[in-house]
């Protein structure tokens, strides 16, 4: 824990002396330190200054020492034989100096002692403002205790408090460890299921593609023919008209390019689109039942749409007529609505042999 310096405030590490100014860093130590420099330093000065009281004097007494040797040594050689007369000048003299010593002593004591009455108090101040300096540093410990007491307190229940969400951060993710532990079997069947239906989707994408693209192909495939009676080519559709008056269908033979696929063949009058139950087809040949008079064919187109089926092969090529008969390629075709016993049936019609009439 670090430890503030009573001297200069810095703040040192766990050590006994301060490593700016070099104060001990313990309360007692410091405290006997401060009073023990005080004491040497009033000690020190009164010492210098009665040492400089002692030596004022001694020089104020050895120079009037040295005067009245002087005159003393002058009146013996001037006046030998007034030596009586000179000697008791020289007592007077003799007794002034002494009373100028005893005056400069006196007052030299007097200075000393003034200087010592002064030491004394400068003593005193010292000592006064040790006592302060270290009632100071003293109320100043005592306030960073209590603040170092409050520190620590607050950093102990803030210790507290962390170990206490510490320890329930630790049991929150162990609990989570626990239940993620207890669904990794569930996820990994959710992991399967999910690539399991990953790849489904890909195969519906790629039969979705391949779809999108039959049905492309098919609509792409779509075929209309116009057929116009009485116009060319005449080997793509033949008329039969009906054998009496009592039968109002005309059949229409119309031949396709193609067979088409069951269900996709519409047949429409120039803008009448015609009922499925009136044609038929077989292969390419369309089987048309006209319920009005024949030569109305010939005022409007016919049109046929349908999907073509490529699978069938067997296509009939052209339509003739002779003999009375229609004829696909050379095939002959039944008359319809009336007895055709000249008819044997051909490879599309085939007629079984049980049946006496087509």
């Known amino acids: ?10 703040d040192n590490s766990d050590q006994a002396f301060c490593g700016v100014c070099g ?14 420099d005080q004491l040497s330093d009033t000690i020190r000065d009164r010492d ?23 005159i003393a040594v002058g009146l013996l050689v001037l006046a ?55 009632s100071r540093a003293a109320s100043e410990a005592a306030r960073q205790s209590q603040a170092l007491k409050e520190t620590t307190i607050q950093a102990q229940g803030e210790i507290s408090r962390q170990k206490v969400a510490l320890r329930g951060d630790i049991d929150d993710s162990r609990r989570q460890l626990e239940a993620a532990g207890k669904i990794q079997p569930e996820m990994e069947d959710m992991r399967k299921q999910l690539a399991l239906a990953t790849s489904e989707i890909q195969a519906q994408q790629k039969v ?6 039959f049905v492309k192909s098919v609509f792409s495939s779509h075929m209309v023919q116009i057929f116009s009676i009485g116009q060319l080519p005449k080997d793509h559709y033949a008329i039969v008209p009906p054998p009496s008056k009592e039968v109002k269908n005309t059949v229409v033979l119309l031949l396709l390019n193609s067979a088409p696929i ?24 369309v089987f048309f039942f006209w319920g009005d008079p024949a030569e109305n064919l010939q005022q409007k187109p016919i049109s046929v749409s349908y999907f073509p089926d490529r699978s069938d092969k067997e296509v009939i090529h052209s339509l ?30 085939p007629i079984a042999p049980s049946s006496a009439k087509p």
């Open 23 to 36: 104060s001990p860093l313990a309360l007692n130590d410091y405290i006997s330190r401060k009073v023990k």
């Open 48 to 70: 210098v200054l009665e040492m400089d009281s002692s030596i004022k004097v001694f020089k104020q007494a050895w120079e009037w020492i040295r005067l009245i040797f002087g």
């Open 208 to 213: 979705i593609s391949s779809s999108e693209e």
């Open 262 to 285: 069951q269900g996709t063949l519409q047949v429409q009058y120039h803008i009448f689109v015609q009922p499925p139950d009136s044609y038929f087809f077989i292969h390419n040949l």
């Open 1 to 10: 824990m670090a430890k503030r310096c009573f001297q200069c405030g810095n």
């Open 320 to 349: 003739s007529e002779h003999d009375g008969r229609v004829f696909a390629d050379d095939q002959p075709l039944p008359k319809f609505f009336q007895p055709d016993p000249d008819f044997k049936g051909n490879k599309w019609m």
């Open 80 to 134: 030998g034989g007034g030596v009586i007369w000179k000697a008791s000048d020289f007592r007077s003299g003799v007794d002034k100096a002494k009373q100028s010593v005893a005056d400069t002593a006196r007052k030299s004591s007097e200075d000393i002692a003034q200087s010592s009455s002064q030491s004394k108090q400068d003593i005193s101040s010292a000592l006064e403002a040790g006592k302060a300096s270290i």
